[in-house]
């Protein structure tokens, strides 16, 4: 599966893009979160309010709940806001 990262996300993680092998207990985006929250500080720092955190799955918009299915793309960015 390949990670895109975001805006702050991106700069706390320190990587745009990251290709990673979930384990089967990771179901869910929010699973998903959780489960690469633990890989380094930088990831736990981004993902530690997944409130703060906006997803898609393969280019579409999701809630954090959505399933992963087989999904070959995932993407956390904070909300978007216009002006």
Same mark, same amino acid.
């Given at each position: 599966m390949d990670l895109l990262y975001f805006a702050w996300v991106r700069e706390a993680v320190g990587v745009g893009h990251e290709s990673v092998d979930p384990p !089967?207990? =990771?179901?869910t985006v929010t699973d998903l979160v959780a489960w *690469?929250?633990?890989?380094?500080?930088?990831?736990?720092a981004a993902l530690a309010d997944p409130a703060r955190l906006r997803a898609a799955i393969d280019q579409r918009f999701v809630? *954090?709940?959505?399933p992963l299915g087989d999904a070959r !793309? =995932?993407? *956390?960015?904070p909300p978007v806001t216009g002006g």
């Open positions: !089967e207990t =990771v179901r *690469l929250a633990a890989r380094s500080p930088g990831h736990a809630p *954090l709940d959505a !793309e =995932v993407a *956390l960015f």
